[in-house]
């Protein structure tokens, strides 16, 4: 099947406070870095946060790393987002099985652990940073902005061969 042009993508973690909202500050700096137009976003499989912003640690850790992210809202993933995005990662394994179990018959998005993105972590999982120190915080940064440049690298290769 030929993979359109542009991918949009979604980042799912539980909250949509801590881990996804810093995967999509990562792949927005990377996809801006390298001249690529794409849609990103990000989502909970709860709704819990939605309507607020990022955890302070979250807002904090990206911009240490250069991106402001006090203007993200969370919001709770839906059907639709099966069929508005190319891609949707899942933070964990457990956001896997709760997509899974959410996406729709019409389902057109990629779905995948992002972790599968970064060789020898396939199966891997973000750690949730939520429950402990700051120092979580630039373990979830280094983890998505890897996997973000990893996916940024397969469109470049992927558009290199026409
Ligand atoms: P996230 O982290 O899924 O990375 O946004 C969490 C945020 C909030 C909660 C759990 C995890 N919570 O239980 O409220």
Known sequence: MDTPCLPSVLFVCLGNICRSPLAEAALRAEAGGAGLDITV??????NWHA???????????????GSDISGYVARQVTRDDFTRFTHVFALDADNLADLRALAPAEATAELALLLDLLPGRAGEGVVDPYYGDADGFETTW?????AAAAFVASLRKRDARG
């Open 41 to 46: 976003d990000s989502a909970g499989t709860g």
């Open 142 to 146: 280094r983890d998505v902005s890897a």
């Open 51 to 65: 309507g607020d912003p990022p955890d302070r640690r979250a807002q904090a850790t990206a911009l240490r790393h």
